[in-house]
């Protein structure tokens, strides 16, 4: 009974009720974080669900109409009429009409999404059967991010999302998103921030994101890649530019890549 409710309830909740991770019997999008996800979420709230009802109404209006008007008891005779062109041509028109008020702004936001401003930092992104492994290109950081076993969670730690390391960013940066696959089909997915590109073996997607509010966010593999797709979440932590920083400076030491260590010493000393 009470799931039930919190189901009826979950149906008038504004967004504002959402957090940057799933909840149980959550019907909406996640909480927006970035002007990418913002703009899709009011594509979909102020368009597609007003079209979509609409249709809905309309169709459910004929569908009773007809019941009652053409019902076998009031047509005793009923019509041998086959063709009407007034209602094949507008049957043609309007759905076309509504498909082009809908790819307008649905081109704006997917062209907005691909073209990739000025990055203030960038991250690679690798898939894994079944984890995700990270690098950051300019500071030599290299690591791998596995999922925190059930038995191993804290109690602020969200079961099937919380990881071991952290993708950790700073506010208000264009983050730039090098993304790829070493063995089978991937994706990387991030709903509040708008985001999910395939990670494709042998080659390299890209994708960005600019988050607006400090936090740690939530997604998942989004492409079924084996027996452990569920396992492979994604975390991005969010923090200040000074928080970065420090971050940043213990990361250089903890995550070090060692072979490019060692490859840039060699190339300085010749």
């Known amino acids: 009974m009470k799931k039930i409710l919190f189901i009826f309830l979950s149906l008038f909740l504004t967004q504002k009720a959402f957090a940057n991770q799933p909840v149980d019997w959550q019907l909406g999008f996640q909480k927006a974080a970035s002007e990418s996800m913002r703009e899709i979420v ?57 498909l082009i008020v809908i790819a307008v ?59 071991d390391n952290e993708v950790v960013v700073p506010v208000n940066k264009v983050v730039k998103v090098l993304i790829t696959a070493n063995d089978v089909l991937h994706a990387w997915a991030l709903p509040s921030f708008g985001v999910k590109r395939d990670a494709v073996p042998g080659r390299i997607n890209e994708t960005w994101f600019k988050a607006e509010k400090v936090g740690t966010y939530y997604g998942q593999c989004s492409e079924l890649c084996g027996i452990k797709h569920a396992f492979m979440p994604i975390t991005v932590k969010v923090v200040s530019e000074d928080e970065y920083e420090e971050w940043l400076s213990e990361a250089k030491e903890k995550f070090a890549n060692s072979k490019i260590k060692t490859d840039n010493l060699k190339l300085a000393s010749k």
């Open 42 to 98: 009011a594509f979909h709230d102020k368009l597609l669900l007003p079209i979509i009802i609409a249709i809905s109404v309309f169709v459910l209006f004929l569908m009773l109409y007809a019941c009652v008007r053409f019902r076998a008891s009031a047509n005793p005779n009923p019509s041998k009429r086959t063709h009407n062109v007034a209602v094949e041509v507008l049957w043609t028109l309007i759905p076309c009409l509504i």
């Open 105 to 163: 702004p649905s081109f704006k936001i997917l062209y907005k999404q691909d073209a990739i401003p000025k990055a203030d930092l960038t991250i690679k992104a690798i898939g894994y059967q079944w984890y995700w492994g990270y690098e950051y290109p300019d500071e030599n950081i290299i690591f791998d991010s596995y999922m925190i076993e059930e038995k191993d969670l804290k109690a602020d730690q969200p079961r099937l999302l919380a990881v």
